[in-house]
Nanobody, 121 residues
């Protein structure tokens, strides 16, 4: 079992930045691929970014490429999402996710409870 706890969400003005963190516990973090998803009001949850076990390979939704950066610190069992140039359409609940695999495959197996990000115009 894996426990994921997100932090770093909040209210920010358009153009601002936030860094989300996700602390993982319960199994060997360094062998798992990790990801971030988000769900805006009235919309389905969508993929944002993912990173393989080593941090060498990263993947992004087209909507956030060049704007968000995913990274991980295996020594701290933590994955991060640096979000820059935030826009009101980035407003959503952001979820951390863990894959059982070392690589980003079909879908995550574990989810955090989410952290709210609100971008004001």
């Amino acid at each position: 079992q894996v426990q994921l706890v997100e932090s770093g969400g909040g209210l920010v003005q358009s153009g601002g930045s936030l860094r989300l963190s996700c602390a993982a516990s319960g199994r060997t973090f360094s062998s798992n691929a990790m990801g971030w998803f988000r769900q805006a009001p009235g919309k389905e949850r969508e993929f944002v970014a993912a990173i393989n076990w080593s941090g060498i390979s990263t993947y992004y939704a087209d909507s956030v490429k060049g704007q968000f950066t995913i990274s991980r610190d295996n020594a701290k069992n933590t994955v991060y999402l640096q979000m820059n140039s935030l826009k009101p359409e980035d407003t959503a609940v952001y979820y951390c996710a863990c894959y059982k695999s070392s690589y980003v495959d079909t879908s995550p197996d574990y989810w955090g409870q989410g952290t709210q990000v609100t971008v004001s115009s």
